[in-house]
């Protein structure tokens, strides 16, 4: 069955890189697309960006400076880089199937910046 | 960007009862929407898309209506196990942007 499941570090100093994987299991990365949406605590959802399955990219424009969505097809993994960050950055990052409504979900990475 | 504006922002309902969850988008998305349920500490899970489309394996007493920039989910019979945030989403056009979440209780 279809499943995400990202990973990453829990903690980030402000103004570090952010490195994000979200490893996909029953689904090719060669025909889905895998977006990035995240969560700040007891707040609502922010898209952040989409890899499509061409290997294109499309990104939130508010964030767009900061940040970089890529794929490794051979290892099933998407990966997000985001640089820059500041305590506002801090929210639970889930990656999702599909690129315009989300169907399938991983079970999110709690990201905190802090010093 | 397109603004959703969703209400209400709380909701306590009564087990059976029917309940209707409000999102307005600041300009017509096409029936470009979504809905999804979040229950505490999970991940949200897709229940409408389309506007109208129910997911697979979305019970019945969950659908979708709507057009242009008014839509709604309705959940008729209310479960306990209903009891979540709800958030709408707007795929039409760039960025996609979610409504601000309804809490729903029960009474």
């Known amino acids: 069955q279809v499943q995400l499941k990202e990973s990453g570090p829990g903690l980030v100093q402000p103004s570090q890189t952010l490195s994000l994987t979200c490893t996909v299991s029953g689904l090719s990365l060669t025909s889905n697309s895998v977006s990035w949406i995240r969560q700040p605590p007891g707040k609502g959802l922010e898209w952040m960006g989409v890899?499509?399955?061409?290997?294109?990219?499309d990104y939130n424009s508010a964030i767009k400076s900061r940040l970089s969505i890529s794929r490794d097809t051979s290892k099933s993994q998407v990966f997000l880089k985001m640089n820059s960050l500041q305590t506002e950055d801090t929210a639970m990052y889930f990656c999702?199937?599909?690129?315009?409504?989300?169907?399938?979900w991983g079970q999110g990475v709690m990201v905190t910046v802090s010093s | 960007d397109i603004q959703m504006t969703q209400s209400p922002a709380s909701l306590s309902a009564s087990l059976g009862e029917t309940v209707t969850i409000e999102c307005r988008a600041s300009?017509?998305?096409?029936?470009?929407l979504a809905w999804y349920q979040q229950k505490p500490g999970k991940s949200p899970q897709l229940l409408i898309y389309?506007?109208?489309s129910l997911h697979t394996g979305v019970p019945s007493r969950f659908s979708g209506s709507g057009s242009g920039t008014q839509y709604s989910l309705k959940i008729n019979s209310l479960q306990s196990e209903d009891v979540a945030s709800y958030f709408c989403q707007q795929y039409y056009d760039y960025p996609f942007t979610f409504g601000s979440g309804t809490k729903l209780e029960i009474k």
């Open positions: 300009e017509d998305i096409y029936n470009g």
């Open positions: 890899i499509w399955s061409n290997g294109g990219t």
């Open positions: 999702a199937r599909r690129e315009w409504w989300f169907d399938y």
């Open positions: 389309n506007a109208n």
